[in-house]
């Protein structure tokens, strides 16, 4: 029999909620951590593993078990739109979501959170103002949990944050689109994070990642795909994905390659996957009382690359230090989280401003030429992957004017 009350709730068993789930069960609090999939679903996403989810995941005990499963990278490769390359160097893997999450969400139940799923999250219960629980569909039925604390970590559709009152974007920030190639063939000829920029791909970017087991995530990705209309609302701009997808393929010649001689992981024309992003820290309130948003409900992924799994754990992470820290105390547990987060704003905002290389691929071809003769920008460049370099000042425009004088 389930019980009804628990000291913390956490909605969806991503990268966020499981970090969160199982921080805080590690220190002894009895949490459940609900999904609507069962553990190992799906997620649309790139796989890719930069600096930060290194750092989140060796917080966790876990980086050293996701490395003996990931294909391991040493390197980004960044194609100009006039097929210029520079590779940066950095500590970086791929491994499929479906694994990593399956990992991450078995890991809280290790620490001591009671996984529920199917479990979809209806509305929050509300006494006096404050989240008390919540109402979720299980198995068919509708079950009422409550809890000391609701952590919402549902991801890019805005509906559970609607539902609980905490979205102010109903719109993503962009769109992506991937799929599976498995080309052993391939193996040793992409060997980087590729990511390209092109004309035909404006105003986003293509990739490929070698995965393991001789496998390849690729796909496309708009990070600044709808115009804000202000009131929570927006509207797609132009953009096709699955044109700039064939685009990209058409562009790229190892992208056509790895089509030609690979076999799509999937079932015909759906092997490829389109999901929503929600990226800068936008789009939701952080909390209410009783209530904290946290991973990409929150807006963790980042604008100009579209990573989000590093950020999605540290956001949880936060999430979890501010309840340990002040869980009697709301306003405290409140002011710490939305402080946590407001410090990593001004590293969103400036990701933002790079952004403008995906809308001005030209950007990109200046950015390689010069890394290709610059050892100072080239270890910029790296910096940018460890979040030690400023992305934003690579594409203002005293970064550029700077980029003839290094």
Same mark, same amino acid.
């Not at 209530?291 to 999605?312: M, R």
């Given at each position: 029999?389930?019980?009804?009350?628990?000291?913390?709730?956490?909605?969806?068993?991503?990268?966020?909620?499981?970090?969160?789930?199982?921080?805080?069960?590690?220190?002894?609090?009895?949490?459940?951590?609900?999904?609507?999939?069962?553990?190992?679903?799906?997620?649309?996403?790139?796989?890719?593993?930069?600096?930060?989810?290194?750092?989140?995941?060796?917080?966790?005990?876990?980086?050293?078990?996701?490395?003996?499963?990931?294909?391991?990278?040493?390197?980004?490769?960044?194609?100009?739109?006039?097929?210029?390359?520079?590779?940066?160097?950095?500590?970086?893997?791929?491994?499929?979501?479906?694994?990593?999450?399956?990992?991450?969400?078995?890991?809280?139940?290790?620490?001591?959170?009671?996984?529920?799923?199917?479990?979809?999250?209806?509305?929050?219960?509300?006494?006096?103002?404050?989240?008390?629980?919540?109402?979720?569909?299980?198995?068919?039925?509708?079950?009422?949990?409550?809890?000391?604390?609701?952590?919402?970590?549902?991801?890019?559709?805005?509906?559970?944050?609607?539902?609980?009152?905490?979205?102010?974007?109903?719109?993503?920030?962009?769109?992506?689109?991937?799929?599976?190639?498995?080309?052993?063939?391939?193996?040793?000829?992409?060997?980087?994070?590729?990511?390209?920029?092109?004309?035909?791909?404006?105003?986003?970017?293509?990739?490929?990642?070698?995965?393991?087991?001789?496998?390849?995530?690729?796909?496309?990705?708009?990070?600044?795909?709808?115009?804000?209309?202000?009131?929570?609302?927006?509207?797609?701009?132009?953009?096709?994905?699955?044109?700039?997808?064939?685009?990209?393929?058409?562009?790229?010649?190892?992208?056509?390659?790895?089509?030609?001689?690979?076999?799509?992981?999937?079932?015909?024309?759906?092997?490829?996957?389109?999901?929503?992003?929600?990226?800068?820290?936008?789009?939701?309130?952080?909390?209410?009382?009783?209530?904290?948003?946290?991973?990409?409900?929150?807006?963790?992924?980042?604008?100009?690359?579209?990573?989000?799994?590093?950020?999605?754990?540290?956001?949880?992470?936060?999430?979890?230090?501010?309840?340990?820290?002040?869980?009697?105390?709301? %306003?405290?547990?409140?002011?710490?989280?939305?402080?946590?987060? %407001?410090?990593?704003?001004?590293?969103?905002?400036?990701?933002?401003?790079?952004?403008?290389?995906?809308?001005?691929?030209?950007?990109?071809?200046?950015?390689?030429?010069?890394?290709?003769?610059?050892?100072?920008?080239?270890?910029?460049?790296?910096?940018?992957?460890?979040?030690?370099?400023?992305?934003?000042?690579?594409?203002?425009?005293?970064?550029?004017?700077?980029?003839?004088?290094?």
């Amino acid at each position: 029999m389930l019980p009804r009350r628990y000291d913390i709730l956490i909605i969806g068993a991503g990268p966020a909620g499981s970090a969160c789930a199982q921080w805080l069960a590690r220190a002894g609090l009895d949490v459940v951590l609900a999904d609507q999939h069962p553990q190992g679903r799906d997620k649309i996403c790139g796989d890719g593993l930069i600096p930060d989810s290194h750092r989140a995941l060796a917080k966790l005990g876990l980086l050293d078990e996701v490395m003996r499963r990931a294909q391991a990278v040493s390197h980004v490769g960044c194609i100009g739109p006039r097929g210029g390359r520079i590779d940066v160097p950095g500590t970086l893997a791929v491994l499929p979501r479906r694994e990593l999450d399956a990992l991450l969400c078995q890991s809280a139940q290790d620490a001591g959170a009671r996984f529920l799923a199917p479990a979809r999250f209806e509305a929050p219960l509300e006494e006096n103002g404050r989240v008390v629980g919540a109402r979720l569909k299980h198995e068919g039925e509708l079950i009422e949990i409550r809890a000391g604390w609701v952590v919402l970590a549902t991801g890019a559709v805005p509906k559970a944050l609607t539902a609980a009152g905490m979205c102010e974007r109903h719109t993503p920030s962009g769109v992506a689109l991937r799929g599976y190639v498995k080309a052993p063939e391939m193996v040793g000829r992409i060997k980087a994070l590729e990511v390209v920029w092109h004309q035909s791909v404006r105003p986003g970017y293509g990739w490929i990642f070698p995965a393991p087991d001789g496998h390849f995530n690729i796909g496309v990705g708009v990070t600044d795909s709808h115009r804000d209309l202000g009131g929570g609302k927006g509207r797609k701009k132009e953009v096709n994905l699955r044109a700039i997808f064939d685009a990209f393929v058409e562009h790229y010649a190892p992208a056509r390659e790895l089509l030609r001689v690979g076999q799509r992981v999937g079932e015909g024309d759906n092997w490829l996957k389109g999901a929503p992003l929600r990226c800068t820290l936008k789009g939701a309130r952080w909390t209410r009382p009783g209530l904290l948003v946290t991973g990409e409900a929150a807006g963790s992924t980042y604008s100009f690359t579209g990573e989000g799994i590093g950020k999605a754990m540290e956001t949880g992470l936060l999430a979890a230090e501010a309840l340990l820290a002040h869980r009697e105390d709301d %306003a405290a547990a409140r002011t710490a989280y939305e402080a946590g987060l %407001a410090k990593l704003k001004p590293k969103f905002d400036l990701y933002e401003r790079a952004n403008r290389v995906n809308a001005y691929p030209w950007l990109a071809d200046l950015l390689i030429w010069r890394a290709q003769k610059s050892p100072r920008l080239l270890s910029r460049m790296s910096g940018v992957l460890n979040e030690t370099s400023n992305p934003g000042h690579l594409v203002s425009l005293k970064g550029i004017s700077r980029l003839f004088f290094e």
